[in-house]
Nanobody, 110 residues
Framework: EVQLVESGGGSVQAGGSLRLSCAAS????????VGWYRQAAGHEYDLVST???????AYADSVKGRFTVSQDNAKNTVYLQMNSLKLEDTAVYYC????WGQGTQVTVSS
């Protein structure tokens, strides 16, 4: 059974940091592109960041310079380091690579 499981979400004050993890089972991230998405309440899904099979990364303008995506193939896990969090970063965050995880809630408060 293929599963992507996100973890690391939580509540943090503005300016704080969180690191999200996306662990895969029954599936490997090798040779595939992985995306981090988020959905704020009442909004559409937004693409936050991607990491390609060649290691190249991309970010939405709203998170550039604050978020960093990385991948550990030995652990079959993709990470999203989120620094200098803002209120508007509050959302459910999902990782996706053909399959989608269940999401992890990130809440940023003032």
């Amino acid at each position: 059974e293929v599963q992507l499981v996100e973890s690391g979400g939580g509540s943090v004050q503005a300016g704080g940091s969180l690191r999200l993890s996306c662990a895969a089972s029954g599936f490997t991230f090798d040779n595939c592109d992985v995306g981090w998405y988020r959905q704020a309440a009442g909004h559409e899904y937004d693409l936050v960041s991607t990491i390609s099979s060649d290691g190249s990364t991309a970010y939405a303008d709203s998170v550039k310079g604050r978020f960093t995506v990385s991948q550990d193939n030995a652990k079959n896990t993709v990470y999203l380091q989120m620094n200098s969090l803002k209120l508007e970063d509050t959302a459910v965050y999902y990782c996706a690579a053909t399959y989608w995880g269940q999401g992890t809630q990130v809440t940023v408060s003032s």
